[in-house]
């Protein structure tokens, strides 16, 4: 219980996944908690994740440490996966159920495939956004906090 590190990686977690439902509830005018729950959109939950982990580590056991080191790869890896791989699983997805309703139209009977999640990915917006929440909770958890 006593894991700051831990804590701070967690709480921007959820810090990010409730901006979410905030932003769609602000922009969209709609009522969505189950977007909490959901990986994609703005910002980044996983970098947030793990950018306050990395910073927490860098400010209490030296950016030259190799601890911080491991954290920064670590991180890095998680928001070239975001922008990249998942980025562009989220788009195949978008077209595959584009191809599946046009298969629905003309076929009609007995074709009924489940449609595909889009949201898997995130935009260089939404990684850098979750960067910065993901260092300033780690800024207040080691530096304004006790």
């Known amino acids: 219980m006593s894991n700051r590190w831990l804590w701070t990686a967690l709480l921007a977690n959820v810090t990010a996944q409730i901006l979410k439902v905030l932003l769609i509830l602000l922009v969209e005018r709609r009522w969505a908690p189950d977007k909490f729950l959901e990986t994609g959109g703005m910002p980044s939950s996983h970098t947030a994740m793990v950018v ?3 910073t927490g580590i860098g400010l209490t056991q030296g950016l030259s440490s190799p601890l ?3 954290a920064v790869v670590f991180s890095l890896i ?10 562009s699983s989220g788009q195949q997805a978008r077209l595959l159920n584009d191809l599946l309703e046009e298969l629905r139209e003309v076929v009609r009977e007995g074709f009924s495939p489940r449609p595909l999640r889009v949201l898997l990915g995130h935009t260089y917006l939404e990684v850098a956004v979750g960067a910065i929440l993901g260092v300033l909770c780690a800024l207040i958890a080691f530096v304004w906090l006790p």
Do not use: E, K, N, P
């Open 52 to 54: 306050s982990l990395s």
């Open 78 to 87: 998680i928001m070239y996966d975001a922008t990249g791989v998942r980025h």
């Open 68 to 70: 911080f080191g491991v």
